[in-house]
């Protein structure tokens, strides 16, 4: 079985543009978390969706966005970026009913912002 | 709020036993994970505790005490590859949102 894949894998931008992340998830699975990894700040949690439903989100301004489509792939969108929003940018997949689940990690994307 | 500690590195020889502690300050919470992540790799999840005691896994444990809000990574017979970081992780009731600890770096020596 596929792993969870994302894309691209590397991305340069200026402040005041803005990305667009896609990540596929695992087959079967329905829900996609992301996460955004800066040194020393572990992974902070940005939303969870499932079933095209966000049902969470972490404490990220409203220039980070998301979206889920029928197929359970997602995007998620970062407008008028900002230096600190490099990151490595990490999408997780998981079957999404159980209580508890393992999070399936993809390999990242690195947005470098100039 | 919500928070977990770790400690930001651990040195450890080839061979030994090392133990990574997580301190919480959360509730309601299902339980307690532990993630491993390669320089330049993706997390890939290591063991996971629902209850309080000891979980074992080949050469990894992990242990968790709710009422000492307190849980800990156990490494037997470290290996080289094992150098990497370790994040333990928290998924809230209902909440479907996963925290994450800032992660310890472990560095193996031969």
């Known amino acids: 079985k596929a792993g969870v894949t994302q894309t691209p894998r590397y991305l340069i931008k200026t402040r005041g543009q803005q990305v667009t992340l896609s990540c596929s998830p695992i087959s079967g699975h329905r829900s996609v978390s992301w996460y955004q990894q800066t040194p020393g700040q572990g992974l902070q949690f940005l939303f969870e969706y499932f079933s095209e439903t966000q049902r969470n989100k972490g404490n990220f301004p409203g220039r980070f966005s998301g979206r889920q489509f029928s197929n359970s792939r997602s995007e998620m969108n970062v407008s008028t970026l900002e230096l600190g929003d490099s990151a490595l940018y990490l999408c997780?997949?998981?079957?999404?009913?159980?209580?508890?689940?393992?999070?399936?990690f993809g390999p990242g994307t690195r947005l470098l912002v100039l | 709020g919500q928070s977990l500690e770790q400690p930001s590195e651990v040195t450890a020889v080839e061979g030994a036993i090392v133990q990574i502690n997580c301190t919480y300050q959360?509730?309601?919470?299902?339980?307690l994970s532990w993630y491993q992540q390669h320089d330049g790799g993706a997390p890939t999840f290591l063991s996971y505790?629902?209850?309080?005691g000891l979980e074992e896994t080949g050469r990894f444990s992990s242990f968790l005490s709710r009422s000492d809000s307190y849980g800990y990574l156990l490494l037997q017979e470290l290996q080289m590859k094992d150098s990497a970081s370790y994040f333990c992780?928290?998924?809230?009731?209902?909440?479907?949102?996963?925290?994450f600890g800032a992660g310890t770096r472990l560095f193996v020596k031969a």
């Open positions: 997780a997949s998981s079957l999404g009913v159980g209580n508890q689940e393992t999070q399936y």
């Open positions: 505790n629902a209850l309080d």
């Open positions: 959360t509730s309601g919470f299902y339980g």
């Open positions: 992780a928290v998924t809230f009731t209902g909440g479907f949102k996963t925290i």
